[in-house]
């Protein structure tokens, strides 16, 4: 990262460097102090919880690395405070905290060989077949499910990967301090 930094690789807008930061017991209490680091060095900081994919599917495996929806709240809060006091425009709460929101929820499909459609990400979400009984074209499975107007990452909602009261407790924070940051937001 150094050396992208050194090369001028931060510089410019649209940012091109990115930092993936999964949120785990081990690092937690240096996720914020990452957080403002890399907003200061202009790269754009991804902040999230486990998706349920892969070997994270399995509850037993992230709850052996995963902290308390309190703690994730609490991080929730103290980066999008961090945000409005350094005016960065309030999108609505994003599973990426502090970030952009999740526009792919309800429209980007997982498709597998066997013709079943599932939601992102993974085979957690079946919504649809296109073979077999009951099944219909794509189409009509995308156009049949209800589309994401929150934003926030169902899958990870659904998988307690996110404190489902996250939304409306941010919120309340940033509606009681930060009402301008958030005026016009739906
Ligand atoms: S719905 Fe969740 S897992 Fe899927 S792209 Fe959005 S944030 Fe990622």
Redesign the pocket.
């Known amino acids: 990262m150094n050396r992208l930094v050194e090369v001028g690789l931060n510089k410019g807008n649209p940012k091109r460097l990115g930092a993936d930061i999964l949120v785990l017991k081990d690092n937690y209490e240096e996720v914020f102090d990452m957080y403002v680091h890399f907003r200061e060095l202009n790269i754009y900081p991804m902040v999230c919880t486990f998706?349920p994919c892969g070997r994270t599917s399995i509850e037993r495996q992230r709850k052996r690395f995963d902290v308390t929806d309190e703690m994730k709240i609490a991080l929730w809060n103290k980066i999008y405070e961090w945000n409005a006091e350094h005016g960065i425009r309030f999108e609505g709460v994003s599973?990426?905290a502090g970030g952009h929101v999740?526009t792919?929820?309800r429209y980007?499909l997982y498709i597998s060989i066997r013709g079943q459609v599932y939601g992102?990400?993974g085979e957690l979400f079946h919504i649809g077949a296109m073979v077999g009984k009951g099944k219909r074209t794509l189409k009509d499975i995308w156009e049949g499910v209800s589309k994401n107007r929150k934003y926030l990452?169902?899958?990870?909602i659904k998988s307690i990967s996110l404190p489902k009261e996250l939304e409306t407790k941010v919120l309340e924070v940033m509606k009681e301090k930060y009402s301008g940051a958030i005026e016009g937001d739906e």
């Not at 990452?153 to 990870?156: A, L, M, S, V």
């Open positions: 998706i599973p990426f999740c792919q929820l980007a992102c990400p990452c169902e899958p990870r």
